[in-house]
Every structure is written in structure tokens, then in C-alpha cells.
């Protein structure tokens, strides 16, 4: 699909969001009675279910004695995309996932906090459009403050590209997938404003960084509100329930 495509001469973009627009983002906490902390996030057509268990005690032998170690499981629905396969746990994409999702929380996690201990992160993609990293990173945000691990801050994330020389915000899959549209993923810590992610599928002129990166912080500002909202609505669905 070529640039052009995809962004109209209004201005709209093939879903009909102008430029610096969000897609729809619905999402809830304890979702899930089995696991400490959890979470279910929609970001447009983008849907993740997360199930967080921990501090409990490590199953393996830990090198580290005075932090908590943090596992992340990311696995994808068959029925996610259109097309339907079943991906291995060894899946090159599978893994990459969790590697940039366990970075990112091994520095807002208080794992000093509970030493001697793990923490597991399971992610499941539901459905696929595209923002599959920041959809990651924002739902296990929730489910993490659902579960009560002690983090420095809320991390949210989101990501950013370029179409016909506008930088746009938070791309669906026909954007991401296009080879001339560069995205850019940033996770932040939204009240010190620090950096947590920063992570680019593609190249992006050096000129075009600035723009890009400040799209996608405004973006993780909104996100933010809608994570604060959805553990606030938890927080007093429970005191119902305790009243």
C-alpha cells in the first residue's frame, strides 16, 4: 500500500482518525479471580489479556538474592489475525516481545522491594491490529498496580511513524505493515517524564526523530488517564464489594 493510500488529501488516515489521534482504548482490572493482578486492554481492534502472579517464591535457583526477578510470557491467539497458525513458544517475534516488555519493567518495578522472589507477566494477544508493544506494555501496567507490586511510576507506552512527511500517531497493522511508513515505540514514566523504551521497526531520518517522539509522548499522556481511570473504577468496584 503506498503512502498515499494512506493518508487521504483531508488529511484522514485509512481508519478515519486524523493525524495525532488515538484509537479507541477500553480496558479494565481484575479480570481474572486466578492470578494476583490482571488485566484486559483494547487499543483500537488490538485486545490483550494479562495475568500477573508474584512476589512469590522463585521456581529456579535465582542469582540475584536481593531483587525480584521478573518473567514475562508473551503468546498469540491462532485466531488473532486472518491468518491462523499456532506459533511456538520459541518464536523469534514471540520472545522479542518479552524481552522489550521484561526491560522495561526491570526498571519501574521496586524489585529491591521483594528480594528473593519472581514475579511472572503472562501476555495473551487476542486480536492483532497493530501497536502490538505498547498494547503489551500499557496492559501489564494495569495488571502489575492491579497485583500491588510497588513500581516508581505507571509505564505508558505508544508509538508514532511518518506518512507522506506527517507524523502520526499510534499506527494500526495496514500502517505498520506498510514498508514506507517508519514507527517509533516510546514507553515513559509519565510523571518524571524519563524514558523507559525506546524501540524502532524500521529506519527514521535523524530530522524526523524529534517530532516523532513528541507525538508519541503526548500520546502516552492520554493513555495514562485511561489506565489511572481503569484502576480507580477497580478500586472502587472492590470497596463495594468490601461495604
Do not use: W
Amino acid at each position: 500500500m503506498s503512502r498515499q493510500e494512506l493518508l487521504s488529501p483531508e488529511g484522514l488516515r485509512v481508519d478515519g482518525r486524523r493525524a495525532n489521534e488515538l484509537r479507541r482504548i477500553s480496558c479494565r482490572a481484575s479480570v481474572l479471580n486466578s492470578a494476583d493482578g490482571s488485566s484486559y486492554y483494547e487499543q483500537g481492534n488490538t485486545k490483550v489479556l494479562v495475568a500477573v502472579y508474584g512476589p512469590r517464591e522463585p521456581r529456579t535457583k535465582s542469582l540475584t538474592h536481593d531483587q525480584a526477578t521478573i518473567n514475562v510470557e508473551f503468546n498469540v491467539a491462532p485466531f488473532s489475525t486472518s491468518e491462523r497458525r499456532k506459533r511456538s513458544k520459541g518464536d523469534k517475534r514471540l520472545l522479542e516481545v518479552a524481552s522489550f516488555v521484561k526491560q522495561t519493567f526491570e526498571g519501574a518495578v521496586q524489585t529491591a522491594v521483594y528480594p528473593r522472589s519472581q514475579i511472572d507477566i503472562y501476555i495473551h494477544l487476542l486480536q492483532h491490529d497493530g501497536g502490538t508493544l505498547e498494547t503489551c506494555i500499557n496492559a501489564a501496567t494495569l495488571a502489575l498496580v492491579d497485583a500491588g507490586i510497588s513500581m516508581v511510576d505507571y509505564v505508558c507506552a505508544c508509538t508514532a511513524g511518518f506518512i507522506d512527511e506527517t507524523p502520526v500517531l499510534d499506527l494500526n497493522f495496514v500502517e505498520e505493515s506498510s514498508i514506507e511508513t517508519p514507527d517509533l515505540t516510546v514507553a515513559v514514566l509519565p510523571r518524571s517524564g524519563n524514558i523507559a523504551l525506546l524501540q524502532m521497526e524500521s529506519r527514521l531520518h535523524s530530522s524526523k526523530l524529534e517530532d516523532v517522539l513528541e507525538l508519541a509522548t503526548e500520546g502516552c499522556k492520554h493513555i495514562h488517564k485511561k489506565l489511572d481511570d481503569a484502576v480507580l473504577a477497580a478500586a472502587s468496584e472492590l470497596a463495594k464489594k468490601l461495604s
